[in-house]
């Protein structure tokens, strides 16, 4: 039986469809499953965190393969199925939970820094990035699904129309790779955009060196919503034209330039004397 077939049977068997709310869009094609096991480099020596876990299809093949699978799961009726199979497994704990309500400090076992593998609902995406770089010393890789424009932000480069807030927001705490895309077949039901499977790797500090880390992403924040104007109308809140040019020009940054330009160093230096001079 394909994956497809055994999610349209457990559907039929309990009376229910994909729940919209929680952006339930099950991974069907198999052949995905190996490639997020590689791209995770997952060794039974690895603790991995799976936000998600759905039917449990990517959950057998991880429990195959790593030391301990740690599955999160928010629907009580798929958790009802992952219970089943895995209730009896050591190597698999089922968590019944949201993930943005859990503290991840009490998933992860003593002395572990465990992979974080997810096929991540696309609304709430943001919110599980944000919430696994708040524990980046106690993470190391992740390899996450999620809506492939987004995926394309997060790794984009200065100057490009995806690049932004997001993209530098993330890169502060991790290297970020693309590791493929994958069209709308590959899920039931068919989401109405395509996917991408991201890489991180946590990194052991900061990507850059900044004074007080709220007013550095304050700063980036302000700068891209006007990322089509030049810097020194863009930041005006944050000094006066004059005083902004004599920062900038010190900087060897031009006020013409607009924020898409940016790198995050120079954003973490511009932040940098600018907190300074409030």
Known sequence: MTLLDQVKTFLRTNRIHPKKQLGQHFLVNEEVLPIIIEAGEVSNTDVVIEIGAGLGFLTTELASNARKVIAVEVDSTLYGELDSQFGNNTSVDIIHGDFLALDISTLIPNNTKPKVIANLP????????????????????????????????????????????????????????????????????????????????????????????????????????????????????????????????????????????????EFAALANVLHTNI
């Open 122 to 265: 696309y609304a709430i995406t943001t919110p599980i990035l944000w919430k696994l770089l708040e524990h980046t010393d106690q993470l190391s890789n992740c390899v996450l699904m999620m809506q492939r424009e987004v995926a394309e932000r997060i790794v984009a480069s200065p100057g490009g129309k995806d690049y932004g807030a997001l993209t530098i927001g993330i890169s502060y705490y991790a290297d970020t790779t693309m590791i493929g895309t994958l069209l709308p077949n590959n899920f039931y039901p068919e989401p109405k955009v395509e996917s991408a499977l991201l890489g991180l790797s946590m990194l052991d500090a900061p990507r850059v060196t900044v004074e007080n880390e709220s007013f550095f992403f304050r700063l980036v924040r302000e700068s891209f919503r006007g990322r089509r104007k030049m810097l020194k109308n863009t930041l005006k809140r944050f000094a006066t034209t004059d005083k902004l040019n004599e920062i900038l020009l010190n900087l060897d940054i031009a006020p013409q330039r607009r924020p898409e330009t940016l790198d995050i160093g």
